[in-house]
């Protein structure tokens, strides 16, 4: 059964204070990993779509990068504005539809 | 700026109603989606629809039908509404095929009292 994890669950940082959300996923021929921003109360806003290992994407102060296993958001530098939930999703099969992880909420302080 | 919209971003009704929450998408894509979303549990797939008329069954459908008479459009109707569903809904879309992603609306937070 396709299956995606995110860790941790939630996460405080720092201004400035570096660090990674990771995300294992179990599926059947993987056709596209997904990165979603969301904010309370607002629905998720597309990130980033990796497809293949080794790859990466780049956005202000996020990276995704993904293995065969799991992906990684990593986020340098951290600001206030950065705050939000983070989900990830990977798509079945052929079916189109999306499989998500429960999110890590990342809180940055000044 | 391509875009789903939902209807209300805000409801309450009572136990019993029928309820009907509308998504329009105006991206010309052939799939539409609806979740809903609750702490702990993240975001659990309802109804989807690959096509005008076409509608498949999620991981959570009972209580729940679905309409799709036009392409941009897709209605999640609450037959009788219970305490139960009160939530977050959220409706998105993506083009056909696979390997594309979704674009989301911005929510409908529903209160069943």
């Known amino acids: 059964e396709d299956q995606v994890t995110q860790s941790p669950e939630a996460l405080r940082l720092q201004e400035g204070e570096s660090s990674s959300l990771n995300c294992s996923y179990t599926v059947s021929g993987l056709r596209g990993l997904f990165w979603y921003r969301q904010d309370p109360g607002k629905g998720p806003e597309f990130l980033f779509t990796l497809y293949s290992a080794g790859e990466e994407k780049e956005k202000e102060r996020l990276k995704a990068t993904l293995t065969k296993k799991e992906s990684f958001l990593h986020i340098t530098a951290p600001k206030p504005e950065d705050s939000a939930t983070y989900l990830c999703a990977v798509q079945e099969g052929n079916t189109g539809k999306l499989i998500f992880g429960q999110g890590t909420t990342l809180q940055v302080k000044p | 700026d391509v875009k789903v919209t939902q209807s209300s971003r805000y409801l309450v009704k009572r136990t019993g109603e029928k309820v009907f929450l509308e998504c329009v998408q105006d991206m010309d894509h052939e799939n539409m989606f609806w979740y809903r979303q609750d702490p702990g549990l993240g975001l659990r797939l309802i109804y989807f629809s690959y096509d005008v ?47 594309y992603g979704y674009t989301f609306g911005s929510g409908t937070r529903l209160t069943v009292v």
């Open chain 2, 53 to 99: 008329k076409m509608k498949e069954k999620g991981d959570i459908p009972e209580g729940y039908s679905v309409s799709r008479e036009k392409k941009e459009r897709f209605s999640l109707i609450l037959e009788s509404a219970s305490t139960n569903q009160t939530s977050m809904y959220l409706c998105a879309s993506s083009r056909g095929g696979s390997n």
